[in-house]
């Protein structure tokens, strides 16, 4: 079973430059989550679709981030323009619905460093 | 709010030596808790995880005991080997079956032959 998928690995973009980020959960997994680092510091929670829905996206630091599910299935996340302070690593997560207790499983990451 | 704050690293041990990462938290209501891992140039892991007090969560010869009196769930090994190293994170997740983790800052272990 494929895990969790993350594309760029790596993306190195200008201040005001636009910047998307992509997401594959696991198949079948009607949650996806996104997550990111900054600068050595704590995981911080974004947002949270299930399926196409976005649940819970009270974590997101501003509007010009954009997340979309279409279709349920992978998910994208849309920075612009960025700034400095949105360098960071970006971490997808997905798990199943249905039964409580399903653990998330994580992504690689998407490391954004903006100059 | 809640909060989890875990030890500042990096650590470095020697290989066979006895490991202890702190994690403290702050939760209103009945968190879970959890210590995942991220090896060098992968994902986020599960590694461990309770939820409830007096739990002990075990794996790959790791422990951690959700601790209520003391809000602790300090990760522990008792030998650790050179293929332990990486980062490691505790969380909690505020209410027992949805998942919008509380990190904390991670905890580099870098363990020497």
């Known amino acids: 079973e494929a895990g969790v998928t993350q594309f760029p690995s790596h993306s190195v973009i200008e201040k005001g430059q636009t910047v998307t980020l992509r997401c594959d959960p696991i198949s079948g997994h009607d949650n996806l989550y996104w997550y990111r680092r900054v600068m050595g510091k704590e995981i911080k929670f974004l947002l949270h679709?299930?399926?196409?829905?976005?649940?819970?996206e009270s974590g997101m630091p501003n509007n010009r981030f954009l997340a979309e599910r279409t279709g349920g299935t992978y998910s994208t996340l849309k920075v612009q323009p960025a700034e400095l302070e949105d360098s960071g690593v970006y971490f997808c997560?997905?798990?199943?619905?249905?039964?409580?207790?399903?653990?998330?499983?994580f992504g690689p990451g998407t490391r954004l460093t903006v100059l | 709010g809640n909060s989890v704050t875990q030890m500042e690293g990096p650590v470095t041990l020697s290989e066979e030596a006895f490991l202890t990462i702190n994690c403290t938290y702050t939760?209103?209501?009945?968190?879970?808790l959890f210590w995942y891992v991220q090896y060098p140039g992968e994902g986020l892991q599960l590694l461990l995880k309770a939820t409830k007090a007096d739990d002990k969560g075990s794996n790959k010869g790791f422990e951690a005991t959700y601790r209520k009196e003391t809000t602790s769930f300090h990760l522990e090994k008792g030998s650790v080997q050179v293929s332990d190293s990486a980062v490691y994170f505790c969380a909690l997740s505020p209410t027992s079956g949805t998942y919008k983790y509380i990190f904390g800052t991670g905890t580099r272990l870098k363990v020497l032959a």
């Open positions: 939760a209103t209501g009945y968190p879970s």
């Open positions: 997560a997905s798990s199943q619905t249905g039964t409580s207790g399903r653990v998330p499983f």
């Open positions: 679709f299930v399926k196409e829905s976005k649940q819970d």
